[in-house]
């Protein structure tokens, strides 16, 4: 099992090229190129075309000479339910799947819709399904799979999580609805634990053809940590089990950016090597509990 983790702490401090150098001497085997929490100053989806290009093969001929990947990617997040179409976070959505394109990248989270969580008159799914099917022309253009990612909503009154598609009850429904074998899951382990599904349900519960993505984090059930597995609650020992029974084929992939985001900018190339030594071991964890499973 290969592992890789999420680029975006990494490259607002180095830079594009130097976080693909700092990630893979680290260890990982490939990147999650993340197009969210980009630094205004070096915005890469406001660059003019022919510049995002140049970037897009400067990066991919470094990263296909030291043999990194790059199994995903997630678009940014923060289009709203009532925007328009022609809306630049629209607009840096299509730029993400035209970049991931560029990388040779074959899927990409889509996050579905923000809505307000007290206008309950709101049908979520049905104005989610529109805007996911919207992107449906430019996957068969790029040759992209979308990935559809278990959500929630933070109350900030009541200071709790609601989930959005948080069971696997739910998100098969919705992406059945979907209507297109272009729709992939992708599941947030953190987002499961704090809206009230255990990850290793939410795993076991999926279809393992349609579960293509993980963004691996731990929490302590209470926050979107966002940080290194065992520095918070979740049950790793089960969650590797719930991998392995599906016989999970894609990367151990990390998605710790607060975890980054708690190192100054010289300590980084260490947090890497720490994070890259817990992915290792929890897919060595996988690969050996499958092989078991096979006996």
């Given at each position: ?23 893979h001497e680290a260890g990982f085997d490939g990147i999650d190129y993340t197009f969210y929490g980009i630094d205004p100053s ?254």
């Amino acid at each position: 099992m290969l592992i890789s983790t999420d680029n975006g702490t990494i490259r607002n401090e180095y830079g594009d090229l130097e976080a693909l150098r700092l990630i893979h001497e680290a260890g990982f085997d490939g990147i999650d190129y993340t197009f969210y929490g980009i630094d205004p100053s070096n915005d890469i989806l406001n660059l003019p075309d022919k510049e995002r290009y140049a970037l897009a093969m400067q990066l991919r001929e470094y990263a296909e000479k030291v043999g990194l990947t790059f199994p995903q990617a997630h678009a940014p997040l923060a289009m709203k339910y009532d925007e328009d179409y022609e809306s630049k976070n629209y607009q840096d959505i299509l730029r993400s799947l035209e970049f991931s394109y560029w990388l040779g990248i074959k899927q990409i989270v889509i996050h579905t819709l923000r809505y307000p969580r007290e206008d309950l008159s709101i049908d979520s799914d049905a104005e989610n399904r529109v805007f996911m099917r919207s992107f449906l022309p430019y996957a068969e253009k790029y040759d992209l799979d979308i990935g559809v990612e278990n959500l929630f909503t933070h109350d900030l009154k009541r200071q709790c999580f609601f989930g959005r598609h948080d069971t696997p009850k739910w998100i098969n429904t919705f992406m059945d609805s979907l209507e297109s074998p272009r729709f992939k899951a992708c599941c947030d382990l953190g987002h499961c634990a704090i809206t009230g599904t255990e990850p290793e349900s939410f795993i076991s519960g999926m279809d393992p053809k349609r579960l293509t993505m993980l963004h691996v984090q731990d929490t302590d059930y209470k926050h979107d940590s966002h940080i290194l597995p065992y520095m918070g609650k979740q049950n790793w020992d089960k969650i590797t089990d719930a991998i392995a029974q599906i016989d999970f084929k894609g990367y151990m992939n990390l998605e710790v950016l607060h975890f980054y985001e708690m190192f100054p900018r010289e300590l980084l190339p260490q947090a890497l090597l720490l994070a890259a030594g817990v992915a290792r071991r929890l897919a060595n964890e996988v690969e050996a509990k499958k092989e078991a499973l096979k006996k």
